[in-house]
C-alpha cells in the first residue's frame, strides 16, 4: 500500500524539476514556460528505510522490497482556475484523484525564470492556489446542498447523516477557510463522509519551498515566511532545492553522499519529503521478514492486525486468526525471529491489536 501525492503549485515554480528528481526519471518536460505539463505524470518512488537492510542483515534475506508511494506531477494552476482559466478544469480534475497535496512554492530569485504574476512572494502564491481550490469547492458545495437540504426535510436518513458534515464545510468555505481544517479531532464515521465529498481542500497539504543551491541548507526569508503561515495552519513545510534533487537523483550513492555533504545537507530532500509525507497522512510501516525477502508495507496509524494483513492479501484478512508480532529493536537486537522467540518477545496478536509503527510480522489465517 502506498498513497499518491499530487504535486501542484504556480507555472515556473519547480514542480517538474522536483518530479524528476523523485522519481529519476526525465519523464515530465521541465522547461521554462508555462503549462509546460499538459497531462499529468505519474511515477512510483521506493520508500527509503535504513530499517529494510539491517531487518534483511539479521535474516539474511535474498531480497529487499521496500514500500513505493506515487507522485503525480499536475499542470501549473493560474489565477481564475476556478473559472476555467489557463488549464483550470484538467488541474483541478487531476487534484480530486490524489490523496495530499505536494504544494510547490518559489523561494528563490532568478531573472532568467519568469513567475506567471511577475514577483517572488511564495505565501502570496500559496493564497492564489488556495483560494482557487475554495472558490471551486464552494461552486461544488453550493450546488450540491441544495439537495441534500430537501432530502434531509424529508427525513432521508443519508441526507441527514451527510448534510452536517457539508453545512460545516459550507461553513468554512464562506469564511475562506480550507475544508481540510476539519481533519482535526474528527470521528472516524465523520472522516469517510468528508472523504466522500471529494472536496479539493479537504486534501492535507505539504508546502515544499524550493530554493536555490546555495540555500539549501540554511533556507531564506521566503522559507521562513511560508512556515509561519504553515505553523499558522497547522501544516508542514520542507525545504528542499529542486536543482540539487535533480542532480543528486543521477550520481551514484557515494558520489551522490559526498556531494550532499560539500553542501552541508545530511540527506536527500526526497528523504525529507516522504517522511514527512508520512507523517501527513499518519501512515506506518511494519515489516515482513524471510529468507526470501524483507518487505516493507504502508498502513494507517491505527490501523488493526487484521487490516495490516489484508493489505498483502484480502484472503488474509478474510481468514485471519492471528498475527505473531516481534518490535524491531528486539529483533535487531537479538538476532532474528527465532532468537527473539526464546527470549519471549514475540507475541501471537489478536484481531484487536493496533499495528505499531516497526512490527515484524507472520499472519496465521484459513485459506
Not at 30 to 51: H, L, M, Q
Not at 53 to 58: E, I, N, R, S, V
Not at 340 to 351: P, T
Request: aromatic share 6%.
Amino acid at each position: 500500500m502506498g498513497f499518491k501525492c499530487g504535486i501542484v503549485g504556480l507555472p515556473n515554480v519547480g514542480k517538474s524539476t522536483l518530479f524528476n528528481a523523485l522519481t529519476r526519471t526525465a519523464a515530465a518536460q521541465a522547461a521554462n514556460y508555462p503549462f509546460c505539463t499538459i497531462e499529468p505524470n505519474t511515477g512510483e518512488v521506493a520508500v527509503p528505510d535504513p530499517r529494510l537492510q539491517k531487518l534483511a542483515t539479521t535474516a539474511k534475506s535474498k531480497e529487499i522490497v521496500p514500500t513505493r508511494i506515487s507522485f503525480v506531477d499536475i499542470a501549473g494552476l493560474v489565477r481564475g482556475a476556478s473559472k476555467g482559466e489557463g488549464l483550470g478544469n484538467q488541474f483541478l480534475a487531476n487534484i480530486r484523484e490524489v490523496d495530499a497535496i505536494v504544494h510547490v512554492l518559489r523561494c528563490f530569485e532568478d531573472d532568467d525564470i519568469t513567475h506567471v504574476e511577475g514577483r517572488i512572494d511564495p505565501v502570496a502564491d500559496a493564497e492564489t492556489v488556495e483560494t482557487e481550490l475554495m472558490l471551486a469547492d464552494l461552486d461544488s458545495l453550493e450546488r450540491r446542498i441544495v439537495q441534500f437540504r430537501k432530502r434531509a426535510a424529508s427525513k432521508d436518513k443519508e441526507a441527514t447523516t451527510i448534510l452536517p458534515i457539508m453545512e460545516q464545510a459550507l461553513t468554512l468555505l464562506q469564511d475562506g477557510k480550507p475544508v481540510r481544517l476539519l481533519l482535526n479531532g474528527i470521528a472516524a464515521e465523520d472522516l469517510a463522509i468528508l472523504q466522500g465529498l471529494n472536496l479539493l481542500t479537504s486534501h492535507p497539504v505539504l508546502y515544499v519551498c524550493n530554493v536555490s543551491e546555495a540555500e539549501a541548507a540554511t533556507g531564506n526569508e521566503h522559507t521562513a515566511a511560508v512556515e509561519k503561515m504553515a505553523t499558522a495552519q497547522g501544516a508542514k513545510t520542507v525545504v528542499i532545492s529542486a536543482a540539487i534533487e535533480a542532480e543528486v537523483a543521477q550520481l551514484p550513492d557515494e558520489e551522490a553522499k559526498e556531494f550532499l555533504a560539500d553542501l552541508g545537507l545530511e540527506e536527500p530532500g526526497l528523504d525529507k519529503l516522504i517522511r514527512a509525507g508520512y507523517e501527513l497522512l499518519h501512515l506506518i510501516t511494519y515489516f515482513t521478514v524471510g529468507p526470501k525477502e524483507t518487505r516493507a508495507w504502508t498502513v494507517h496509524k491505527g490501523a488493526k492486525a487484521p487490516q495490516a494483513a489484508g493489505v498483502i492479501h484480502t484472503d488474509f484478512e478474510r481468514g485471519f486468526i492471528r498475527a505473531q508480532t516481534i518490535a524491531y529493536t528486539d529483533f535487531i537486537a537479538l538476532g532474528g525471529e527465532v532468537p527473539a522467540k526464546e527470549a519471549g518477545k514475540a507475541r501471537d496478536e489478536g484481531k484487536e491489536y493496533v499495528v505499531q509503527d516497526g512490527d515484524v510480522m507472520l499472519f496465521k489465517f484459513n485459506t
